[in-house]
């Protein structure tokens, strides 16, 4: 009966050099390299990885030489096994279509319940425990930011911006967050607001001109004042962020992880909330107009007046173009 053999490359300890070899099994259990005098050991010393698929194999030899080798079924012959026995679940994964196609379906629906439920849920956990020096640090950088790119300073009368400030103050009594308003003009943003994590709330000029009365702006700065109250800005970011992680944990590319960090103000003035806060916001807005005894007519108009702006029509339901007012 003919030893059993397999084919494949030998090196000596720390050397990545290789030469081709023969190892093979005697009827005492004892493992030879083909031309040499000497048994290397017994077989019960091997340590054999499992196997995957027709990767080639490495394992360490009696001796402490190295041996690989691709013949995984002379291999599994000669450990006196049948191949499948020893196989591993990767293996048997691969070769078995319908295993595959299920465990596609489970990874495939994991994936949709952490996008879908977990990133969501562990954003608005993680929320409440962002210390307040890094909102004031996000909120200010973001305006900087926002200044240097699409804002400029406001060309509306003094007189006007104290009456709509004591309008804010008002207004800003329904929640229990700090906040403070700034005026600037920006002919990229228009008639628009933004609301950012430090409590600072953004009017622009074209928004002011915009609104026939006190009442438009009021309803606009209320959403804007739900916003922050409701913490809309940094759960977005955190869920945002939450998305990037997974993506970084499917591809491996931690290269890129840091710029997450530094584009966070950009993020934050460019991302859109989603139709859950706005739905949110918009709650806040019109239960604060009733208990201020505003008409809740006022909000409709605005809303109509800002989507006409914009070239939205007022039918449509879809989400918002950015993340402050709409």
Same mark, same amino acid.
């Given at each position: 009966?003919?030893?059993?053999?397999?084919?494949?490359f030998?090196?000596q300890p +720390?050397?990545s050099?290789?030469?081709?070899?023969?190892?093979?099994?005697?009827a005492?259990?004892?493992l030879?390299i083909? +031309?040499e005098?000497?048994p290397?050991g017994?077989?019960?010393?091997?340590q054999?990885?499992?196997?995957?698929g027709n990767a080639?194999?490495?394992f360490?030899?009696?001796?402490?030489?190295g041996?690989?080798t691709?013949?995984n079924?002379?291999?599994?012959?000669?450990?006196g096994v049948?191949g499948?026995d020893?196989?591993?679940l990767?293996?048997?994964l691969?070769k078995?279509?319908?295993?595959?196609?299920?465990?596609?379906v489970?990874?495939?629906?994991?994936?949709?319940?952490?996008?879908s439920?977990g990133?969501p849920?562990?954003?608005?956990?993680?929320?409440?425990?962002i210390?307040?020096?890094?909102?004031?640090?996000?909120g200010?950088?973001?305006?900087?930011?926002?200044?240097?790119?699409?804002?400029?300073?406001?060309?509306?009368?003094?007189?006007?911006?104290?009456r709509l400030?004591?309008?804010?103050d008002?207004?800003?009594?329904r929640?229990?967050?700090?906040v403070?308003?700034?005026f600037r003009?920006?002919?990229?943003?228009?008639?628009n607001?933004?609301?950012?994590?430090d409590?600072?709330?953004?009017?622009?000029?074209d928004?002011?001109?915009?609104?026939?009365?006190?009442d438009?702006l009021a309803?606009?700065l209320?959403?804007?004042?739900a916003?922050?109250?409701?913490?809309h800005?940094m759960?977005s970011v955190l869920r945002?962020a939450?998305?990037?992680?997974i993506?970084?944990?499917?591809t491996?590319?931690?290269?890129?992880s840091?710029?997450l960090?530094i584009?966070l103000?950009s993020?934050?003035?460019?991302?859109h909330?989603s139709?859950?806060?706005?739905?949110?916001a918009?709650?806040?807005?019109?239960?604060?107009?009733r208990?201020?005894d505003?008409s809740?007519?006022a909000?409709?108009?605005?809303?109509?007046?800002?989507?006409?702006?914009?070239?939205?029509?007022?039918?449509d339901?879809?989400?918002d173009?950015?993340?402050?007012s709409?």
């Open positions: 009966m003919t030893a059993p053999s397999v084919s494949g030998v090196s +720390g050397s050099q290789r030469s081709p070899a023969t190892l093979s099994l005697d005492n259990g004892q030879w083909e +031309g005098s000497q290397i017994n077989i019960e010393a091997l054999i990885p499992g196997r995957v080639a194999r490495f360490v030899l009696p001796d402490g030489r041996f690989e691709r013949e079924d002379q291999l599994d012959a000669m450990l049948r499948s020893r196989r591993t990767a293996y048997r691969e078995n279509l319908k295993l595959i196609a299920v465990a596609s489970l990874l495939l629906g994991l994936l949709y319940l952490a996008i439920r990133v849920l562990a954003s608005d956990v993680g929320a409440r425990y210390p307040d020096e890094v909102r004031e640090s996000l200010r950088r973001s305006l900087e930011q926002l200044d240097r790119e699409w804002l400029g300073r406001s060309k509306i009368a003094d007189a006007t911006q104290e400030r004591q309008l804010f008002r207004l800003s009594r929640t229990e967050t700090p403070r308003l700034v003009s920006s002919d990229e943003l228009g008639a607001a933004l609301a950012l994590p409590g600072t709330i953004v009017l622009t000029d928004l002011i001109d915009l609104s026939d009365s006190d438009q309803a606009v209320l959403h804007e004042l916003h922050v109250e409701y913490d800005g759960r945002q939450g998305l990037f992680t993506v970084l944990m499917e491996g590319d931690v290269s890129t840091s710029s960090i584009t103000p993020l934050l003035l460019t991302l909330y139709r859950e806060f706005e739905l949110e918009d709650r806040f807005a019109l239960d604060s107009l208990a201020l505003i809740p007519r909000f409709v108009d605005i809303m109509e007046k800002l989507e006409g702006s914009r070239g939205v029509d007022s039918s339901d879809s989400e173009q950015d993340g402050g709409r």
